[in-house]
């Protein structure tokens, strides 16, 4: 299974453990059109996540081989309140019991994902921009955030192949300094391999 893969199931079973212990009803999966389709939208609160994207790999060490890879992703917070889409955001409180808003499932979603690695090796993950989504439902009383968490990981590239047209490297030259160093060769060696 590729490290995508991995970190994004670990994301969902992380989420939907910490988000159950806080006694809400929140559906956690991966994003898949729910908020164009109205069963989507009928099954709100809800948190799902997709893999946004990686950023340019850069090279660790002289070697190539080991590159460290950026990653992020996105997490669309859903909520619905018919009172309206403020109490939707804020949440409201009605007698003695709270709704949720998607205010509060924000912070519980970063709570529950930043700083943590999953036991994968990766960087932990830091929390990214923040920002609210129009779904086009504007009498439904419906807000819609997007998170974004950003990690890294290493991946590790095979050897490239020699390629018939490059040339063997059949010589080595070598300089010595003796000291006091003066700046000049004081020996030289050429080794020279038998291919």
Request: charged share 25%; with cysteine.
């Amino acid at each position: 299974m590729s490290v995508i893969a991995q970190i994004e199931d670990a994301m969902i079973n992380r989420l939907r453990t910490t988000l159950q212990a806080t006694g809400y009803k929140v559906d956690v999966d991966s994003y898949a059109g729910q908020l164009e389709d109205d069963r989507g939208v009928r099954r709100l609160p809800a948190v799902w996540l997709y893999f946004e994207g990686g950023g340019e790999p850069k090279p660790v060490g002289t070697s190539r081989q080991k590159w460290l890879i950026p990653l992020t992703w996105s997490i669309l917070i859903a909520t619905q309140n018919l009172r309206g889409e403020r109490e939707a955001r804020t949440g409201l409180v009605a007698g003695t019991r709270n709704e949720l808003g998607s205010y509060q499932l924000q912070s519980d979603v970063r709570r529950s994902l930043i700083n943590q690695d999953f036991g994968l090796p990766i960087d932990q993950m830091r929390p990214g921009k923040t920002k609210a989504l129009s779904v086009g439902k504007q009498d439904g009383g419906i807000s819609v955030y997007s998170l974004q968490c950003h990690t890294k990981y290493v991946e590790i590239m095979p050897e490239a192949a020699a390629n018939a047209s490059d040339p063997d490297w059949l010589r080595t030259g070598l300089n010595y300094f003796l000291q006091p160093d003066d700046g000049k060769v004081d020996a030289s060696d050429l080794v020279t391999l038998n291919p």
